[in-house]
């Protein structure tokens, strides 16, 4: 299967958004259907060290057994520990060029927001662009301004044959803005997460 194709439908957590075990979380979305998940512990009452990697093992052993992608948001160490399929970066974290170095055959995928961010970003070291803002969104308290589907047409011109994955403010009533858009994937968190029906609400992306 091509990369774009097993970034169709990508789910990004960790525990802290998570209002139950998050490796239910997790098997529950495989059931519905997603083919990659980014382990993203960050935030206010993250998990550290120890408990971090043993969730990290979890979620990795999970994923291994259904075939999902598993990337590392932002950290090289974890990526190796968990001999992650990859490793998803933003612009203040360590260059992709960089990584490229350290991991020459993981998957490197690199977040952009804007053309002044394309402009100083090493591309011809990334797998896939995470594009986003979509929309506005709860999830990251950091978040940058949306910049909506229109921001995908516009790399999805200049780069046509990279896979690129929307991200931000993405539920099952927009998803399809971002895929029409020229998106091969759409990035979620709290659309499934916080969902119901989880399965249910991965087929509806």
């Known amino acids: ?15 802290v958004n998570c209002d139950r075990a998050p490796e239910e979380i997790l098997r529950e979305a495989i059931k519905g259907g997603i083919t990659a998940f980014q382990y993203r512990e960050k935030g206010e009452g993250a998990l550290q060290g120890k408990e971090k990697l043993q969730l ?24 190796e520990a968990l001999n992650a399929d990859g490793i998803h970066v933003g612009q203040s974290d360590e260059s992709p060029a960089a990584l490229r170095e350290v991991f020459p055959d ?30 506005s969104t709860t999830s990251k308290a950091d978040a940058k301004n949306p910049v909506g589907p229109e921001w995908v047409r516009e790399l999805r011109k ?15 009533g927009n998803s399809n803005d971002v ?7 759409v ?18 992306l």
């Open 1 to 15: 299967m091509k990369l774009k194709d097993r970034l169709h439908k990508y789910l990004v957590m960790g525990s």
């Open 56 to 79: 990290g093992l979890l979620l990795r052993q999970i994923c291994k057994q259904h075939g999902v992608l598993f990337i590392i948001n932002d950290d090289t160490d974890l990526a």
């Open 106 to 135: 993981k998957i490197i995928g690199l977040s952009v927001s804007s053309w002044a961010e394309v402009e100083k970003s090493p591309i011809g070291a990334v797998d896939y662009l995470g594009a986003g803002p979509m929309f």
């Open 158 to 172: 200049k780069y046509p044959s990279i896979p690129i994955v929307g991200i931000g403010g993405i539920s099952c």
């Open 179 to 185: 895929l029409s858009a020229g998106a091969d994937g």
């Open 187 to 204: 990035a979620v968190i709290s659309a499934v997460t916080q969902a119901a029906d989880i399965p249910q609400a991965v087929r509806q």
